[in-house]
């Protein structure tokens, strides 16, 4: 119902359907990860829709092999890749535009959901979010129920719904108990992503955005390109850990995207309300109260590591299997 109301916001009213998308909802989702990533896994309406077929018990049966999941991870990061500078000329301006990727997505996801087992058609592979929200969730400060999978269907290995930060370390190649610091970060799709995120997400917030769209992609690439070089010089360098890596990655993504969004949220505010110029101290305090956030949770995700998030979940939004 959320997802039908932006869209039909959309077209019915583009400019605000843009403000309430860019600005108000987006803006959410990275905090939210950081800090109860299965709130939105259990909230994102694509993933409901991809449930939908289950819930329905027309579910799809077909599995992906090893070879599909080793590098469903590098499809959906091409995907966001692909996606994201396409914001600037087209999804940030044109309301019906977003409506008909927004229907699209959908209609891939359900598509997914009749064709492959569980969540195996898109969430847990081809999404091009899943990413994002692998790297911003793979420590959790709040472990909640997962909503979506009451019966297990096996239809993901590793499983972020159903193992979390585990799962991520393992994607990162760096398992509990394994020995040394693990996988550089570059030899896996999802170290390498944490490596390139910082820099596609500068990128992104410092390129013209009236640049032709060929320009668009060189830069957000070079950035991307320039991020990963410089982590994986710093892990051989400095030898940090896998795991240090990515949280790196995903705090210095986080700490640019707030950097960045929240005076233009603020300016949207402005100009769509219509309230005038708010006083300059609030994006002080809201970019303050962002970066202070990503912070916390880097600093404080060794210790959330020891003590196991999920040991510490006491909140509970729906019926379902506890995971582990
Ligand atoms: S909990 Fe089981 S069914 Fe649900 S996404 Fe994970 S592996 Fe698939």
């Known amino acids: 119902?959320?997802?039908?109301?932006?869209?039909?916001?959309?077209i019915l009213s583009p400019q605000w359907g843009l403000y309430v998308t860019w600005h108000l909802l987006i803006p959410l989702v990275p905090a939210i990860l950081l800090l109860a990533p299965r709130l939105w896994r259990n909230l994102c309406p694509i993933a409901v829709v991809h449930q939908l077929p289950r819930l329905a018990g027309r579910g799809g049966r077909r599995r992906l092999g090893a070879s599909a999941r080793g590098w469903a991870p590098a499809m959906a990061m091409a995907g966001l890749f692909l996606i994201v500078p396409l914001r600037h000329p087209i999804f940030n301006v044109s309301g019906p535009a977003l409506a008909a990727l927004v229907g699209g997505v959908l209609g891939l996801a359900l598509l997914g959901g009749l064709l492959f087992v569980g969540k195996a058609g898109w969430c847990s592979t081809f999404c091009?979010?899943?990413?994002?929200?692998?790297?911003?969730?793979?420590?959790?400060?709040?472990?909640?129920?997962?909503?979506?999978?009451?019966?297990?269907?096996?239809?993901?290995?590793?499983?972020?719904?159903?193992?979390?930060?585990?799962?991520?370390?393992?994607?990162?190649?760096?398992?509990?108990?394994?020995?040394?610091?693990?996988?550089?970060?570059?030899?896996t799709p999802t170290g390498a992503f944490a490596?390139?995120?910082?820099?596609?997400?500068?990128?992104?917030?410092?390129?013209?955005?009236?640049?032709?769209?060929?320009?668009?992609?060189?830069?957000?690439?070079?950035?991307?390109?320039g991020a990963l070089l410089l982590f994986a010089l710093g892990q051989g360098v400095l030898r940090f850990s896998t795991l240090t890596g990515i949280r790196w990655g995903a705090a210095a993504s986080a700490a640019l995207y707030y950097w960045f969004?929240?005076?233009?949220?603020?300016?949207?505010?402005?100009?769509m309300w219509g309230i005038g110029s708010l006083p300059g101290w609030l994006k002080v305090a809201v970019r303050a109260t962002f970066l202070a956030l990503v912070a916390l949770w880097l600093l404080d995700a060794p210790r959330r590591e020891r003590v196991g998030a999920s040991a510490r979940g006491g909140v509970t939004l729906t019926r379902g299997f506890r995971a582990s």
């Open 261 to 271: 969004t929240v005076p233009s949220v603020i300016a949207q505010t402005e100009s």
């Open 128 to 187: 091009p979010v899943g990413p994002v929200e692998r790297l911003y969730g793979q420590q959790p400060v709040l472990s909640l129920r997962h909503a979506h999978c009451a019966d297990c269907l096996g239809c993901s290995d590793p499983c972020f719904d159903r193992q979390g930060a585990r799962a991520v370390a393992r994607m990162a190649g760096a398992p509990k108990g394994a020995p040394g610091r693990g996988t550089p970060l570059w030899r």
């Open 1 to 10: 119902l959320g997802a039908a109301s932006v869209v039909g916001l959309l």
């Open 195 to 225: 490596g390139a995120f910082p820099g596609f997400v500068l990128g992104y917030f410092t390129v013209d955005p009236a640049a032709p769209i060929p320009a668009l992609y060189l830069q957000m690439a070079l950035f991307t390109a």
